[in-house]
């Protein structure tokens, strides 16, 4: 095989290796299953909000099987983002990237458990972002991140990457049939600041 | 880590940013703004037909958030191609078409680029075809254009005088969806030149880019004369099969019968008469009604053309001089 495409297969498994030890599975006892990101390896855990609406008991699988009840620190529907606390230590994080810099074009890849396929990985690229971007009807004051992969119920809450695995975003939502809309993490670190403040400070 | 990875993805992203000051919002239609690219500095822009839903008070929206007026040169339907005039110093991007060798070939990685909003937008794909869009198109197309005739599902023919979208010629086909906005939008290779413009008014369902080299032509012919003009002979004609003899000698098995003649058009005055079945054009073969349509382009406007034809089962050869259509 061509050495290049070669290196390009490696870099692909690379990045989908690393990333899925930070790739979390949440049931909140409906049935099914979302997906969630560790951001702290206290066992701070990012998800959207309409992952954990419900009322059943929210348990949250790590990649290695370890599962744990969870509880909630924070959560806005506005912005359909959740914080969520775990009482675990030592877990594997995915470095955040700039997602303030991010191109359109530049590669990226979706981590979650589609339709209840576990830990499956999707790549494509920015489409754009911004707070209006074209025809997505979302409107709440925030930066949306656009991409042009196909997320599907499960991926909600699940780590979207880089080419080098850095965290840019957390996937939410379609619009329409062929645009996937991820939350910049810029906005997510806005969010846990807001909200966690002094514990997101003695955490880091 | 991801060296390769990485790199392609720069890349990527290199090629949207060196593509995009020539890529421009076209604001002329109620709904999403549509997209267009910068063909020259002085102001040229094509952009696709369909998005242009007025003929005044469109906008041009370029780099930086710049707004200019702009004026509609002239417009070409059968190939969904506009262009547009603003009074701005526009910065054109890399008009690709393969002629330096760097050929594009199915496979190939895409971007399809386009500017609904403030700042340009991106989607990645590859070629999966380059072709003429036939299938795709005429029964759209060609379906306004039936004819009752008789009762039987198979006696129709198709009218050769209406609007028609026979002639776009080769197309590239792609897997990558095109957003709303993005017609009019560049396709570029992943060094960032421009290999076509996508519309998605030519193909039901999905976007096709027309090639750089058919934009030139359709631009360069809108700039001379405002419009592209077409070839005009004034018949109908129904595809029917030739007789086993004929198709032998003449290598093609299927023929052009013509079903009706226009008063006063080149068909009469050059002396087809209904039931001669069309074989070729100045030696070229038409089997179909798009290759006549293809044949009938500007150059063969007021030109004497030699029209190949079976009467009486014998082969004829009659001069006719195309008429330009309306």
């Known amino acids: 095989m061509n050495p290049i495409i070669q290196q390009l297969y490696d870099d692909l498994a690379d990045v989908a290796l690393s990333v899925r030890q930070s790739l979390l599975q949440i049931t909140n006892g409906r049935g099914g299953v979302g997906a969630g990101t560790i951001w702290h390896p206290d066992g701070l855990i990012v998800t959207n909000a309409h992952v954990i609406s419900g009322h059943g008991e929210l348990r949250v699988i790590l990649p290695t099987g370890d599962s744990y009840r969870a509880q909630i620190l924070a959560q806005e529907p506005n912005l359909d983002l959740a914080a969520l606390s775990i009482p675990a230590a030592n877990l594997p994080v995915i470095e955040p990237g700039d997602s303030r810099a991010l191109k359109a074009g530049q590669w990226v890849m979706a981590l979650g458990h589609p339709l209840g396929v576990l830990n499956s990985v999707t790549g494509g690229v920015v489409i754009g972002m911004g707070q209006q971007l074209g025809d997505i009807q979302f409107r709440n004051g925030v930066d949306w991140l656009a991409v042009n992969l196909r997320l599907r119920p499960g991926h909600s809450g699940g780590p979207l990457v880089d080419a080098q695995g850095r965290l840019i975003g957390v996937n939410t939502i379609m619009n329409g049939p062929e645009v996937g809309v991820a939350i910049p993490v810029h906005v997510v670190k806005a969010f846990l600041k807001q909200h966690l403040g002094t514990q997101q400070k003695q955490a880091v | ?326």
């Open chain 2, 1 to 326: 880590m991801s060296s390769v990875l990485q790199s392609l993805s720069d890349a990527l992203a290199a090629a949207v940013e060196t593509a995009s000051p020539g890529i421009v919002r076209v604001d002329g239609r109620r709904r999403l703004p549509g997209t267009g690219i910068v063909w020259s500095s002085d102001g040229v822009i094509v952009t696709a037909h369909h998005i242009v839903e007025r003929n005044e008070n469109i906008n041009i929206g370029l780099e930086g958030d710049v707004i200019a007026p702009a004026k509609v040169v002239g417009r070409d339907p059968n190939t969904d191609l506009a262009v547009l005039k603003v009074e701005a110093s526009t910065t054109p991007p890399v008009w690709a078409d393969g002629s330096d060798g760097s050929e594009l070939k199915v496979g190939h990685l895409v971007l399809a680029v386009g500017r609904p909003g403030t700042t340009v937008q991106a989607t990645l794909g590859v070629v999966s075809k380059i072709s003429e869009p036939q299938t795709e198109r005429q029964p759209r197309r060609m379906r306004a254009e039936r004819r009752g005739y008789g009762h039987g599902r198979r006696r129709w023919f198709y009218s050769i005088e209406g609007e028609m979208y026979g002639s776009v010629g080769p197309v590239i086909q792609t897997d990558v969806v095109m957003y709303p906005g993005f017609s009019g939008g560049p396709l570029i290779d992943a060094g960032g030149g421009v290999r076509g413009l996508n519309t998605s008014a030519l193909s039901r369902g999905s976007s096709v880019t027309i090639p750089t080299a058919r934009v030139r032509e359709v631009i360069d012919a809108l700039l001379a004369h405002g419009k592209v003009r077409r070839g005009y002979l004034g018949i109908g004609a129904q595809p029917v099969r030739l007789p086993t003899a004929l198709a032998e000698q003449l290598e093609q098995e299927i023929g052009l019968m013509i079903v009706s003649i226009e008063t006063g058009s080149p068909a009469e005055k050059g002396g087809l008469l209904l039931g001669d079945i069309v074989v070729g054009l100045d030696d070229y073969s038409v089997q179909t009604i798009d290759e006549l349509l293809m044949l009938l382009n500007s150059e063969r406007v007021g030109k004497s053309t030699s029209v190949r034809a079976v009467r009486g089962g014998q082969l004829i050869d009659i001069s006719v001089t195309i008429g330009e259509r309306e």
